[in-house]
C-alpha cells in the first residue's frame, strides 16, 4: 500500500518594487496533498517600497506611472521602440524574436539610461536578452577592451550565454570569450591577456585566473564596464556550497561600483538579490532599477501542469521505468531531476539497461562528457536526460516537454528552476514529482511559494500501480542488480570501463 496522503490562473502582475514495500495493484481513489487554498495573503511588505517604477498588467490592458525618471512603455511591440539600435532588432528577428517580453521591456531602457538593475522574472521569460541587447549595444558605440563580465553558477549556462552573445552580435566583430572549470588554464589566460570584448565565465574558475594568472592576464577586467551576475540569488547564496567567496574575489579585481553598471537577474529574487538597492550611491549616480516581473504571483508559468505521484521508497525505480513508457510520455523528451550525483549515475545505468535513450548531466563527468551529453540531448539523440541541479538553472532546452522530480527538492525554489526546463516561452509542459511519505511538508512548501496545488497524476487508460505490479517489479529488480555491478566493476552507463580501471 502507498503511503497515505496527508492532508496537505491569477491575472499576471508585474512589480517593480523593487517505506512500504507492498504495493496494492488496483486503483485508488483521487487524493489531494494540500487542502484548498485560502485567500492570497497581502503581499511581502517590501513589495510596497518606494520605487522607480511600478507596472500592473492585467491580461486585458496595463497601466504604467513614472518615477525617478524611468519612463516605462505601456505595451512596446517592437524591440525599436525601445531605442535598440537597427542593427540589433534585425539581427534579433534573424533569430525570431521579434516582440519583448516583459522583463525586457523593463530593462533595455533602463540599463541603455545608465541604471544598475535588479531584474527578476519566471524562468523562460528571456532574462539573457534583457541584459545582452543593451550591452551590446553600448559597446558597439565605444567597443574596446574587456567591456563587460557576465557571472554565472554552471558550465552548461555559462556556455549557452557565449553562445547567445555570439549569435545576437553577428553583424559585427564582437569577441566573446568564455572562462569555466573542466577547461585548461593556459589557452584561457592568453585568450584573456588579448582583451576580448564579454567575457562569459564561472567564478571558480575567473578568480582562479584573478589568483593565479598575473597581472598581465587580468589587467584588462580593471576598466570593465558592465558586470552581470545571472542567476543571482545562488551567486550570493551563504551557507554550504557557497559561491559567494569567489563572486567577491572576481568583484575585487573589477572597477568599483559607482565606475561601472552592475545588472542582477534571477527567477528568484532574495533578500541578498534586494541589497544591491539598499547599498548606499554616489548623488551623481541614478538609482537602482527594480524590475520583478510576476515574481511574487506566478513563480511558475500558467501553462505548466503539475502533478504528484504516491510512491513507496523501496520502489521509486519501477515507477520511473513505467511513467516513462506510458502512452503520453513515451514521446516527450523528459528531465529527471536528482538530489545526489550517485542517484543520477545509478539511474543512467538503469534506464539505459531497460532500454530508455537517457544520458546524464551531472558534476561528476568530465567536462567534455557533460558538454557531449547536453549536445545529445538537445539533438535527441538521447531522449530522456538524468540530471541534477547542475541543469536546473538557465539552461533553454526548447523541446522539453516532461520533468520528472524523482526527488523532492529540499528548497522550494530550486523546485521553481526545475520545472522552468519545460513550459518556457508561452509552450505547454508537465512537472511530475514523486512523493514519499517523508515529503508531504517539502511538498506543502512548493505549493505555497507556487501558489498552486499539485493534483494526482492521471492518464487516461492507464493505472500507473498496476504496470508497476504486471510489467515493473520483476524487470527493474532485476536490471538493478546488473547496474549495481556494472558501478561496482567501474564501468560507465555504456558498459566500458573508466579511465584508471585496467583489464585483468
Known sequence: M???ASETSQNETWDLSSDDKQIDPEPRK???LSPPPAKPAAPPSYLSQT???????????TSTTHNGGVALPKEKKSFAELNVDPWLVGSLANLAITRPTGIQQGCIPAILQGHDC???SRTGSGKTIAFAV??????AQDPFGIFAVVLTPTRELALQIFEQFKAISAPQSLKPLLITGGAE????????????HVVIATPGRLADHIANSGEDTICGLRRVRFVVLDEADRLLATGPGSMLPDVETCLSILPPPEARQTCLFTATVTPEVRALKERPRPASRPPVFVCEVDTATLAIP????????????????????????TPANEPKSTIVFTNRTATATFLEHLLRLLGHRVTALHSGLPQPVRTANLARFRARAARVLIATDVAARGLDIPAVELVVNYDVPRDPDDYVHRVGRTARAGRGGDAVTFVGQRDVELVRAIEERCGREMVEYEEEGVSIEGRVVREGLKVVGERKREAAIAIGEGRDAAGRRRGGLKRK
Open 51 to 61: 520605487t522607480l517604477s511600478r507596472v500592473k498588467a492585467k491580461k486585458t490592458a
Open 118 to 120: 535588479i531584474g527578476g
Open 302 to 325: 500558467p501553462q505548466l501542469s503539475q502533478h504528484y505521484i504516491l510512491v513507496p521508497v523501496t520502489q521509486r525505480e519501477s515507477f520511473l521505468h513505467v511513467l516513462l513508457g
Open 134 to 139: 543593451p550591452i551590446l549595444q553600448k559597446w
Open 30 to 32: 483521487r487524493r489531494k
Open 185 to 196: 588554464m593556459r589557452p584561457q589566460a592568453l585568450a584573456l591577456a588579448n582583451r576580448p
Open 2 to 4: 502507498s503511503p497515505p
